[in-house]
């Protein structure tokens, strides 16, 4: 059946800024306490969106979230108007008040897992908003982010999972560790569940958090409905893991029946291998393994450059696109390789190098700004057309981020009250704009 790879990229939101929030993500810990442009961030992806477009590829996003998140701070006892509560955190618990402000969800890598109908035992497309439990200031986004799935994926075409429960390290990221390998879009795909640790054992096999869990890809695949033949759980490498991997889709990607990796990316390689070779066989596809080898790219020139945090894109006559992030071309090991691999005779024909460099500083590369949802000609139409894009909108969705964000933001000014006032005449001019009603949970208070 015909079906489309929708890329969902998420909307940098109006307080995007440096907080040094994720251990385990050096970008973000190297950027702590320098001064955000959320302005120029949200250009940037919007710059990707429009590119996107540009290839032919279809285009959505999903909102931003709203913060500073009152209710969060609400529930840690501060009390009196919203104004006084955002006043009174930045005052006496700064850095809570910045992990309530974080502009995390633009990641939609980890908005959710997606199941195409192709692949489901009820015909349906399925989606799983990720707990993200590892980093409290992303914890704080599921409730959200499955409120926007359900709104943009309503009716019988479609079903939209709570998280799986967080706590302990039950841990679940979403698509940034789950990749599809299928003969194309519509055909049945093989679903690779990367995990870093057991939620139940006592230890942690690495220094850094191992943030997925194999208990939760385990509860995705079964209430997506993943045939056995359909699904493998492959461990991450705990050194990747301590050398900066944080989500797998950092050291690897998949598009199509092709793989891209890091000679360390998996536990265990050859394992991983065989098995994929095996069950892709069982579905009719044989899978093309682009292995870059620790000796032409190290691991912390993987981690520095982004090189496998790209889009790995099927062109309309079947060639494929890699759209990384500048950081892979100034870095020389992983400019050379990206020459070698298009003069190759692999699979990947072009790169395309973008400026997302806003987005970099937190550690979200290109493929950690989108969420890829493979939907059908019947499933596309079913949807809330709010949430896609084309060059109009786009359009206007520039003019939207023009006219409200700030080009500076430090930690400093995420207790002032007008931030979170001027944030919110935005987030509602938006969803009017989507024709989405009452998302937020500030337009659903008395
Ligand atoms: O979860 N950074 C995000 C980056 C997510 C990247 N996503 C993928 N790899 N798919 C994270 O670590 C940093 C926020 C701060 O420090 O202000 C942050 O949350």
């Known amino acids: 059946m015909t079906a489309y790879e929708v890329n969902f990229d998420g909307l940098v ?23 955000s442009n959320p302005r120029e961030a949200a250009l940037q992806g919007i710059a990707k969106m429009r590119t996107m477009i540009d290839r032919g590829f279809k285009q959505g996003f999903l909102p931003p979230h709203d913060r500073p998140h009152l209710p969060t701070l609400r529930q840690f006892g501060f009390t009196g108007s919203d104004a006084e509560v955002v006043e009174a955190a930045g005052k006496r618990a700064p850095m809570l008040l910045r992990n309530c402000s974080s502009a995390s969800a633009m990641w939609t890598a980890n908005a959710g897992t997606i199941a195409p109908s192709a692949d489901s035992g009820d015909g349906r497309m399925h989606a799983t908003a990720a707990n993200l439990g590892a980093m409290f ?36 990221e ?21 995990y870093g640790r057991s939620a139940f054992d006592k230890e942690s096999p690495t220094q850094f958090p191992a943030r997925q869990a194999l208990e939760a890809s385990r509860a995705i695949a079964d209430q997506h409905q993943i045939p056995e033949e359909q699904r493998l759980f492959i461990e991450q490498s705990p050194e990747a893991i301590d050398a900066g991997a944080f989500h797998n889709d950092v050291v690897s990607v998949a598009n199509g029946p092709a793989l891209l990796y890091h000679e360390k990316a998996f536990a265990d390689l050859e394992g991983t291998k065989n098995a994929i070779t ?18 032409d790219v190290s691991l912390a020139d993987a981690i520095q450059s982004y090189l496998f945090n790209s889009q790995l894109l099927t062109q309309a006559d079947g060639s494929m696109l890699l759209l990384l992030p500048v950081e892979a071309q100034e870095n020389e090991r992983t400019r050379l390789w990206c020459k070698a691999a298009v003069a190759g005779n692999g699979p990947i024909t072009e790169t395309l190098f973008m400026d997302l460099r806003q987005s970099m500083r937190n550690g979200g590369g ?16 079913a949807m809330h057309q709010g949430f896609l894009l084309d060059h109009a909108k786009l359009d206007e969705l520039q003019v939207w981020v023009e006219r409200h964000y700030r080009d500076r933001l430090t930690a400093a000014d995420l207790g002032d009250p007008a931030l979170l006032q001027a944030n919110r005449v935005a987030l509602d001019e938006l969803t009017q704009w989507m024709g989405v009603g009452s998302l937020y949970d500030f337009q659903r208070a008395d």
């Open 278 to 295: 095996a069950k892709a066989a069982a579905l009719g596809f044989e899978p093309i393994f682009i292995e870059v080898a620790d000796a």
């Open 174 to 194: 979403g698509a940034a560790n789950h990749g599809r390998l299928c003969a194309d879009h519509g055909s049945q795909g093989l679903h690779l569940y990367v």
């Open 366 to 381: 290109p493929a950690c700004l989108r969420l890829r949802v493979v939907l059908t000609e019947a499933e596309l139409a």
């Open 137 to 172: 200031h992303r914890s704080l986004e599921h409730p959200f982010t499955a409120r926007t799935l359900e709104t943009a994926f309503a009716g019988d075409h479609f079903a939209v999972h709570a998280a799986v429960p967080p706590g302990g390290a039950m841990g679940d």
């Open 13 to 35: 939101g109006l307080t995007h800024n440096y907080g040094g929030l994720s251990l385990g993500n050096i970008a973000s810990m190297n950027s702590q306490e320098s001064a």
